[in-house]
């Protein structure tokens, strides 16, 4: 067969072009979507590099606007305020690295700020919506989850696990500008945060407290966490467990359950328009209350995507909820980002 000089052109174009890591399917034959594909086409235009294992590696969205905010890997953070049809990298550079885990962003939960705790790479956060962004300080190879304390309109202080340390924690009281160290080798599997006198975290045999920075524990419950990342709203701590939710009143002294079990939940909760309305995710699906936990409805299934389903809970898979929308957002690393309406 013989190729004309044009047409070896366009292949070799083509080929350099291509990103790296497994393509996705445009969708999965069941209601999810492919959206990240803008996003992958630009980067490869523009002759940039996507990291290893390529793709996409996170998503959040902005619960004050609703907007949509993707990691492809290693290339930053990258906004669409269309529910995915278009996008615009914002972070200008402050942020590249992959999310380990689906804890790796943390989102205040009224939206308008987000911190971004990467791996191999840098990390920050911005406080205004993406307008401007803080970049912090590394500590090796950085992050697999960290907590905030929104409560705090500089978000000062965090409490953040590093990768491949054997549960070793840090602590920053001054917005990631510098670290310190809480244990070491001392396997705690999360964290929380409610503000700088009250930590929480745990090492698999119920819920500990510390009132001093880290230096010293207190088990207050035998309540297990899986969530990685306790989540706080209006000074209430939500958090995901074996049981379903549990959440605490009292900064952490005590601990109840909440509403009826939902077993096996790895992510969330995601907060609807009020207390009664939340959003989990286990390894399987999607499920969803309206009347204060009392029922549970399954609304989606996990994407019908080969090696795209989580292995462990909480790890690799990044999801997100637009409540306003009732869209479902899912971004495995290494893989595409896609979304799923749900069904009214």
Same mark, same amino acid.
Request: hydrophobic share 40%; with cysteine; charged share 20%.
């Given at each position: 067969?013989?190729?004309?000089?044009?047409?070896?052109?366009? #292949?070799?174009?083509c080929?350099?072009?291509?990103p790296e890591?497994?393509?996705?399917?445009?969708?999965?034959?069941?209601?999810?979507?492919?959206?990240?594909?803008p996003?992958?086409?630009q980067?490869a235009?523009?002759?940039?590099?996507?990291?290893?294992?390529?793709?996409?590696?996170?998503?959040?969205?902005? /619960?004050? +606007?609703?907007?949509?905010?993707?990691?492809p890997?290693?290339q930053g953070? %990258?906004? =669409?305020?269309?529910?995915?049809?278009?996008y615009? /990298?914002?972070d200008?550079?402050?942020?590249?690295?992959r999310?380990?885990t689906?804890? *790796?962003?943390?989102?205040?939960?009224?939206?308008?700020?987000?911190?971004?705790?990467?791996?191999?790479?840098?990390?920050?956060?911005t406080?205004?919506?993406?307008?401007?962004?803080?970049?912090?300080?590394?500590?090796?190879?950085?992050w697999d989850?960290?907590?905030?304390?929104? =409560?705090?309109?500089?978000?000062?202080?965090i409490?953040?696990?590093?990768?491949?340390?054997d549960?070793?924690?840090y602590?920053s009281a001054?917005?990631?500008?510098?670290?310190k160290?809480?244990?070491?080798?001392a396997?705690?599997a999360?964290?929380?945060?409610?503000?700088?006198?009250?930590?929480v975290t745990?090492?698999g045999?119920?819920?500990?407290? =510390?009132?001093?920075?880290?230096?010293?524990?207190?088990?207050?419950?035998?309540?297990?966490?899986?969530? /990685? #990342?306790?989540?706080?709203r209006?000074?209430?701590?939500?958090?995901?467990a074996? =049981?379903?939710?549990?959440?605490?009143?009292?900064?952490?002294?005590?601990?109840?359950?909440?509403?009826e079990? #939902?077993?096996?939940v790895g992510?969330g909760?995601?907060?609807? +328009?009020?207390?009664? *309305?939340?959003?989990?995710?286990? +390894? +399987?699906?999607?499920?969803q209350? /309206?009347?204060?936990?009392?029922?549970?409805?399954? #609304?989606a299934?996990?994407?019908?995507i080969?090696d795209?389903?989580?292995a462990?809970?909480?790890?690799?898979?990044?999801?997100? %909820?637009d409540a306003?929308?009732?869209?479902?957002?899912?971004?495995r690393?290494?893989?595409?980002?896609?979304?799923?309406?749900?069904?009214?």
């Amino acid at each position: 067969m013989r190729w004309s000089m044009p047409l070896l052109f366009i #292949v070799f174009l083509c080929g350099a072009a291509k990103p790296e890591g497994p393509i996705s399917p445009p969708d999965d034959g069941h209601g999810w979507m492919l959206i990240s594909e803008p996003i992958i086409k630009q980067l490869a235009a523009e002759g940039k590099t996507i990291a290893w294992p390529g793709q996409t590696t996170g998503v959040c969205v902005d /619960r004050a +606007k609703g907007d949509v905010w993707i990691i492809p890997t290693g290339q930053g953070v %990258w906004r =669409s305020t269309d529910r995915g049809q278009t996008y615009q /990298r914002i972070d200008g550079g402050v942020i590249s690295g992959r999310c380990e885990t689906g804890y *790796s962003i943390n989102a205040d939960p009224e939206g308008g700020r987000s911190a971004f705790f990467m791996l191999d790479g840098k990390c920050g956060m911005t406080l205004d919506a993406g307008k401007t962004w803080g970049q912090f300080a590394d500590v090796g190879r950085n992050w697999d989850y960290a907590a905030v304390d929104w =409560s705090d309109p500089q978000a000062k202080t965090i409490f953040a696990a590093r990768h491949e340390s054997d549960g070793e924690m840090y602590l920053s009281a001054d917005a990631g500008k510098s670290w310190k160290q809480i244990g070491k080798d001392a396997k705690f599997a999360a964290v929380g945060i409610f503000d700088p006198a009250a930590l929480v975290t745990t090492q698999g045999g119920g819920i500990l407290r =510390s009132t001093d920075a880290g230096a010293t524990w207190t088990k207050v419950s035998d309540l297990q966490p899986t969530g /990685r #990342v306790m989540v706080v709203r209006k000074g209430v701590a939500w958090w995901v467990a074996q =049981s379903g939710v549990i959440v605490s009143r009292d900064k952490g002294l005590t601990w109840e359950k909440w509403g009826e079990p #939902v077993d096996g939940v790895g992510w969330g909760p995601w907060f609807g +328009k009020d207390e009664g *309305s939340l959003m989990l995710a286990t +390894k +399987k699906d999607f499920v969803q209350t /309206r009347d204060g936990g009392k029922t549970w409805m399954t #609304v989606a299934a996990m994407p019908d995507i080969k090696d795209f389903k989580p292995a462990n809970l909480g790890w690799f898979l990044s999801l997100a %909820w637009d409540a306003d929308a009732q869209v479902l957002y899912a971004s495995r690393m290494g893989f595409g980002t896609y979304k799923y309406q749900i069904k009214q």
